[in-house]
């Protein structure tokens, strides 16, 4: 049985590489989003038409394919999970801020991302027009990269803050023993001195 350290560093790699998956799936439609979320006024009847059909593409995704990123995004909140079952009293915060933008981007994809898409079959875009819905399309990727891209700063400052800990209780602890053993020295130097005392 692994120790509950190393289920850390193991739950920490799982978040990394889960998040570093996912922000490379959803930027690469970043070539497609660009144009309209990024310079609207130049942007073409061409531009829209390639994005929406770029996301009409997307929709005929196979299944095996969407499992795979299900899979990866659940291990993500597993590695979280792990962590967050005993964390850091000093830095459980960020360990659960973490897990919640976490989510947040999971939801993001949920309720913009993939409606979105379904929209871009049916025409359907509800108050907005269809040029209105592939830009928040568009600028709910940017979201949920941006999303991700804290959860990656958040694990990094974890990191450096559980190795600085580290390094300053070892410092602590090497002080510590350097001051018993100059306090034991000392003791033993005056208990001999006193023992010379006697034998004089």
């Not at 942007?43 to 770029?54: I, K, N, P, V, Y």
């Not at 929209?119 to 568009?138: D, K, R």
């Not at 990191?159 to 053993?181: C, G, I, N, T």
């Amino acid at each position: 049985m692994l120790p509950y350290k190393a289920l850390c560093s193991l739950g920490s790699a799982l978040v990394l590489v889960s998040s570093s998956f996912i922000m490379g799936v959803f930027y690469s439609n970043l070539a497609y989003d660009s144009p309209v979320i990024f310079t609207p006024s130049s942007t073409t009847e061409a531009d829209f038409a390639r994005t929406l059909a770029h996301y009409q593409f997307l929709n005929e995704t196979g299944r095996p394919l969407l499992y795979i990123l299900a899979f990866i995004a659940f291990l993500g909140i597993l590695g979280h999970l792990v962590r967050i079952y005993k964390p850091n009293p000093d830095l459980k915060l960020f360990e659960y801020a973490s897990l919640g933008m976490y989510v947040m981007g999971i939801c993001v994809f949920i309720t913009n991302i993939k409606t979105g898409i379904e929209c871009s079959l049916t025409h359907n875009w509800g108050e907005v027009s269809e040029q209105q819905g592939i830009a928040v399309i568009g600028s709910s990727n940017v979201i949920l990269l941006a999303v991700f891209f804290g959860v990656l700063l958040l694990q990094g400052g974890l990191w450096w803050a559980s190795y600085d800990l580290e390094v300053r209780m070892q410092q602590f602890y090497a002080e510590e023993a350097k001051e018993k053993a100059a306090k034991e020295k000392a003791a033993a130097s005056a208990k001999g001195k006193g023992k010379g005392k006697k034998n004089n």
